[in-house]
């Protein structure tokens, strides 16, 4: 019978992976611990549970990002939208529509298609509102959370160029989505706090802070 994981190896492991690097990177409850992380019960051998486990947690970051992300958008309209803070400067609405690029692009390279084949830069998707922005990222943040859901170790593993530029995993691009969502979303907050200081609007409508 396999021996129980012990909480070392259990955690190095882990910090291997890059999970638990990641979730500090984005300044993540403490509690999001090697402990909480695996199973209980999980044996040695287990990778497969591991890499489960990893993607589940990965998952809830990202659905947590998204959240915070329409959060930091309630009440903006679409002439605050396309505001920049200086004319070198991408606009909130730019920003979105390239996270929406991305969360398309990411569920066509699990799916070995569409955008994964085409796209050898970083992108955008545009919309004519805000509201069907909206709608289509939600939309896309769906499927890729649930293509991401079904994922095999085998095809986590799997090699892809990442946009065209250096070779990855699907594994480690699931990472990159989290960090890359997180990090927008905070020059979204600090480019409509920008604006909210300059035309004097209620900045507390989005953020409290």
Same mark, same amino acid.
């Given at each position: 019978?396999?021996?129980?994981?012990?909480?070392?190896? !259990?955690?190095?492991?882990l910090?291997?992976?890059?999970?638990?690097?990641?979730?500090?990177?984005?300044?993540?409850?403490?509690?999001?611990s090697?402990?909480?992380?695996?199973?209980?019960?999980?044996?040695?051998?287990?990778?497969?549970?591991l890499?489960?486990?990893?993607?589940?947690?990965?998952?809830?970051?990202?659905?947590?990002?998204?959240?915070f992300?329409w959060?930091i958008?309630?009440?903006?309209?679409?002439?605050?939208?396309?505001?920049?803070?200086?004319?070198? !400067?991408? !606009?909130?609405?730019?920003?979105?529509?390239?996270?929406c690029w991305?969360?398309?692009?990411?569920?066509d390279?699990?799916?070995?298609?569409?955008?994964?084949?085409t796209?050898?830069?970083?992108g955008?998707?545009?919309?004519?509102?805000?509201t069907?922005?909206?709608?289509?990222?939600?939309?896309?943040?769906?499927?890729?959370?649930?293509?991401?859901?079904?994922?095999?170790?085998?095809?986590?593993?799997?090699?892809?160029?990442?946009?065209?530029?250096?070779?990855?995993?699907?594994?480690?691009?699931?990472r990159i989505?989290?960090?890359?969502?997180?990090?927008?979303l905070?020059?979204?907050?600090y480019?409509?706090?920008?604006? !909210?200081?300059?035309?004097?609007t209620?900045?507390a409508?989005?953020?409290?802070?």
């Amino acid at each position: 019978m396999p021996k129980p994981m012990t909480e070392s190896l !259990s955690r190095r492991r882990l910090l291997t992976s890059g999970t638990l690097a990641t979730a500090g990177l984005l300044g993540w409850p403490a509690d999001l611990s090697a402990d909480r992380l695996v199973p209980h019960g999980l044996t040695e051998p287990d990778e497969a549970a591991l890499l489960r486990h990893e993607v589940m947690v990965v998952r809830e970051m990202a659905k947590s990002a998204y959240d915070f992300l329409w959060q930091i958008m309630t009440g903006i309209d679409e002439k605050e939208a396309d505001w920049k803070p200086n004319p070198e !400067s991408n !606009s909130t609405r730019w920003m979105v529509e390239h996270l929406c690029w991305f969360e398309q692009w990411a569920a066509d390279t699990i799916e070995n298609k569409g955008r994964y084949l085409t796209d050898k830069k970083p992108g955008k998707l545009s919309e004519p509102s805000l509201t069907a922005l909206k709608a289509r990222f939600d939309a896309d943040f769906d499927r890729l959370d649930q293509l991401s859901a079904k994922l095999t170790p085998e095809q986590l593993n799997r090699e892809i160029t990442f946009v065209g530029r250096f070779p990855t995993t699907i594994r480690n691009m699931l990472r990159i989505h989290v960090s890359h969502l997180s990090g927008h979303l905070y020059q979204i907050r600090y480019v409509r706090g920008t604006y !909210s200081r300059v035309f004097h609007t209620n900045k507390a409508i989005f953020d409290p802070w």
